[in-house]
């Protein structure tokens, strides 16, 4: 199939484009790939969107990168064996990219490439995605947008999250206002919508990394699928109050974590069950208290990510919520592929140029633009 390569005049970009979003999350689930027709503004036709999921060895290689990244001081330093997994990443998500287009034919415009994040620091200016724009613009043949986080995180903002700009566009089809979204994936992060489409957005605290981990070191699966494990157990509310003692909590909004900020070590003594069970409910009291960082209760709380497919976590949610708490499906977006969708839109708007990040998202001085183009050179 003949890729159509990308024109920068500013005729082609008055126009949507097709864009493909690439999204591979700190729950190292795999990569999400989502094609999305958009002019990075008001106009967003969702297309198809597939999950590739982490072979165990993929995933395995990643947590030593996550390991070996502790240390980094330098967000140019690949030590150990963050270089080799560098390039075996963007080799897996070009290899997803041809598979994808290949069951879905389409002339792309440009990818938003998001890489694997192992580690955020924004408090020292720090932020490292793994994943090699240039490579993959090679291997695909199609112009490639990524590192979006990193200008934002130099100028002082948290670079992240990123994806508050695209829930806007999507929410324009909502009735309810303030009205929620709320993305569990490794890190949790919500943002709020106002009645006149402010912005405010934060990472609220851990999501799926802590209990995926968990369940990684006490039994054969690393998630608790279904909720299930979690569903046996009783949460020890003592363990929750030291958890919560973690100066994150104390932290105003706009603000970001990196997925090892928490110590699940105070569970060490819980059975798996239990564990489970406790790091759940903790997951859901910070969503839930994150409502007190927003200048007026949400009325609606969408839930996208894939914390949304755990019943007991849901379940938890509408215990702790005095609104509505919904999964994105029952108001017809993708809970799973709406990250990877951002990308694409994202990258469309560092094309025009347009503000990515904003003072009520990442606490950026005023709003940015960001990232990186590359494109082929085959």
Known sequence: MRLRALNLRRPFLSKPLNALGLMSGTSLDGIDVALLRTDGEDVVERGPAVTYPYRPDQQALLQDALREARPLESRDARPGILAEAERALTAWHAEAVADFLRVHPAAVDVIGFHGQTVIHRPERRLTVQLGL??????????????????????????????VPVYHRALAAGLNERPVAFVNIGGVANMTWIGREGELVAFDTGPGNALLNDWCARHTDVPLDRDGALASRGHVAADAIGQLLK??????????????????????DGLSPEDGAATLTRFTAATIAGSAGLVPEAPRLYVICGGGRLNPTLMRNLRELI????????????????????????????SLKALPITFPGTTGASQPRSGGILAKPVK
């Open 246 to 267: 973690n100066n994150f909590f104390a932290t105003a909004a706009p603000k970001s974590v990196d997925r090892n900020a928490f110590d699940s070590s105070l569970l």
């Open 322 to 349: 005095q609104a509505p708490v919904i999964a994105a499906e029952e108001v017809g977006f993708n809970g799973d592929s709406m990250e990877a969708e951002a990308w694409g839109y994202l990258a469309v708007r």
């Open 133 to 162: 724009g240039p490579l993959l613009a090679d291997r695909t043949g199609i112009p490639v947008v990524f590192d979006l986080r990193a200008a934002d995180v130099a100028a002082g903002g948290q670079g992240a999250p990123l």
